[in-house]
T-cell receptor, first 111, second 113 residues
Framework: GENVEQHPSTLSVQEGDSAVIKCTYS??????FPWYKQELGKRPQLIID?????GEKKDQRIAVTLNKTAKHFSLHITETQPEDSAVYFC??????????FGSGTKLNVKP | SAVISQKPSRDICQRGTSLTIQCQVD?????MFWYRQQPGQSLTLIAT?????????ESGFVIDKFPISRPNLTFSTLTVSNMSPEDSSIYLC??????????FGPGTRLTVT
């Protein structure tokens, strides 16, 4: 099955700075890569995703990039705000209809 | 997207007992999943709930411990059987749409004493 590794495990930035979270995957057949944000005590929420036929996708302050050759994808958050503080999970999806989640990154945005 | 509800939202149970968690979706979905999330940890897939057939379990999870039902395309249950304190966790159901987007229910926080 797919193996997804996520770095860093914790990330602390100053409000207004950018944050980057990186994930690598093992299965070259993976073709869909979502990112989830989980606030304390809440369910994971899908915030952005990218498919293997696209190299980059943006949604306001959030962007995701995908490098299929290197088998890694990254989440970029610009102009961070305190409400961006949460745990972020990446995931890979294999051809057996299953998601494999990264270990999570706890982002702390300091006001 | 899909609107997913779970019942109960939380429960405290005694060891040796069983708890059944219900998951209801507001639209028909092909793929439903059950996950477990320990505090501060990532999401671990327990099983895929298959409509009309036996669930498909991940390594480390067995049907006798986590029986799952999926009677139709909008509903599923997960039972945690013969509970021990190690089963204390958050259990989440999840659905995947035809365009691969996956959404989660609010979770059931289980504490076993």
């Amino acid at each position: 099955g797919e193996n997804v590794e996520q770095h860093p495990s914790t990330l602390s930035v100053q409000e207004g700075d950018s944050a980057v979270i990186k994930c690598t995957y093992s299965d070259s057949a993976s073709n869909y890569f979502p990112w989830y944000k989980q606030e304390l005590g809440k369910r994971p929420q899908l915030i952005i995703d990218i498919r293997s036929n696209v190299g980059e996708k943006k949604d306001q302050r959030i962007a995701v990039t995908l490098n299929k050759t290197a088998k890694h994808f990254s989440l970029h958050i610009t102009e961070t705000q305190p409400e961006d503080s949460a745990v972020y999970f990446c995931a890979g999806y294999d051809n057996f209809n299953k998601f494999y989640f990264g270990s999570g990154t706890k982002l702390n945005v300091k006001p | 997207s899909a609107v997913i509800s779970q019942k109960p939202s939380r429960d405290i149970c005694q060891r040796g007992t069983s708890l059944t968690i219900q998951c209801q979706v507001d639209s028909q979905v092909t793929m439903m999943f059950w996950y477990r999330q320990q505090p501060g940890q990532s999401l671990t897939l327990i099983a895929t709930a298959n409509q009309g057939s036996e669930a498909t379990y991940e390594s480390g999870f067995v049907i006798d411990k986590f029986p799952i039902s999926r009677p139709n395309l909008t509903f599923s249950t997960l039972t945690v059987s013969n509970m021990s304190p190690e089963d204390s966790s958050i259990y989440l159901c999840s659905v995947r749409t035809a365009s691969y987007e996956q959404y989660f229910g609010p979770g059931t926080r289980l504490t076993v004493t």
